[in-house]
């Protein structure tokens, strides 16, 4: 029997869901934050600190909307080109062999914050462990966020819209 731990998806499954503010309406103090990576007019990257996988992007509208035609045209434009450069960077630094630009919208669809739509971006490798995630809530990230984000931050300093 081989275990595997993943301490930090504690604090997510146990938080008090009840007192949940929307984590991706913030201030512009908050855009400070050590793990917003980049941030545009109309959008904001940050690594998504309970990862599917090393290098697990979101892509986060500025504008509190469940529903993509909550977004202004130059907002979805420029999310489009920021997921697509966001993707650039995670092939350059984590040389992975696809990547995964993902949306859930609602409950049902896997949303785990549906009141704030959110563009995932997950870097994979063949023969990844995502086979995890299919089977139950464990998922496997072989790398600490302090370290994604040292691994990351050089490059997006250096985008310009
Ligand atoms: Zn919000």
Same mark, same amino acid.
């Given at each position: ?16 869901? $009840?007192?949940? /503010? ?6 512009? !103090? =908050?855009?400070?934050? +050590?793990? @917003? ?37 130059? $907002?979805?434009? /420029? ?6 450069? !966001? =993707?650039?960077?995670? +092939?350059? @630094? ?68």
């Amino acid at each position: 029997m081989e275990y595997i731990y993943a301490p930090w998806r504690m604090n997510y499954l146990v938080r008090d869901k $009840s007192k949940d /503010e929307c984590v991706f309406c913030v201030d512009s !103090s =908050c855009y400070e934050n +050590k793990y @917003v990576l980049f941030e545009a007019k109309h959008s904001y990257v940050k690594l998504n600190t309970f990862p599917y996988n090393c290098g697990h992007l979101l892509v986060i509208p500025k504008t509190h909307t469940k529903e993509l035609n909550g977004l202004s045209y130059e $907002s979805g434009a /420029e999310i489009m080109k920021v997921t697509s450069l !966001s =993707c650039d960077i995670l +092939k350059k @630094v984590y040389h992975c062999n696809a990547i995964n630009v993902g949306l859930n919208i609602g409950k049902a669809a896997g949303a785990g914050i549906e009141q704030h739509l959110h563009f995932h971006i997950i870097p994979r490798w063949e023969g990844d462990v995502s086979f995890y995630t299919v089977c139950s809530e464990l998922r496997v990230v072989s790398e600490i966020l302090d370290d994604t984000f040292n691994k990351l931050t050089g490059d997006f300093k250096k985008i310009k819209l």
